[in-house]
């Protein structure tokens, strides 16, 4: 069973930068697809981000699009969201999450989730 753990948020004023590094126990961490999805208060999860296991694939919601970039290092079993010109809109819980091959954007097909990370961003 993959373990994951997510790290990185904070509170970060309008404009502002994060990145969120989200940490597996699994060695076998490299075949997964790794996503990150957010979840704002009376609103259902939503997808952000993918990355296909040998990371060059790389999926986005048009909503992040430009602004945030997924990366992963297998050898660390590490994924991460660099998120750039945070607006308040993207002020939720975010969550990594995992599944095997091929992509999907559903949270209802992942596998493996983290505990998730709060990120807000003020106005």
């Known amino acids: 069973q993959v373990q994951l753990r997510e790290s990185g948020g904070g509170l970060v004023q309008a404009g502002g930068s994060l990145r969120l590094s989200c940490a597996a126990s699994e060695r076998t961490f490299s075949a997964y697809i790794l996503a990150w999805f957010r979840q704002a208060p009376g609103k259902e999860r939503e997808f952000v981000a993918a990355i296909t296991p040998s990371g060059y694939g790389t999926y986005y919601d048009d909503s992040v699009e430009g602004r945030f970039t997924i990366s992963r290092d297998n050898a660390q079993n590490t994924v991460f969201l660099q998120m750039n010109s945070l607006k308040p809109g993207d002020t939720a819980v975010y969550y990594c999450?995992?599944?095997?091959?091929?992509?999907?954007?559903?949270?209802?097909?992942?596998?493996?989730w983290g505990q998730g990370t709060q990120v807000t961003v003020s106005s």
């Open positions: 999450a995992s599944k095997i091959p091929p992509f999907v954007r559903g949270p209802d097909h992942y596998e493996y």
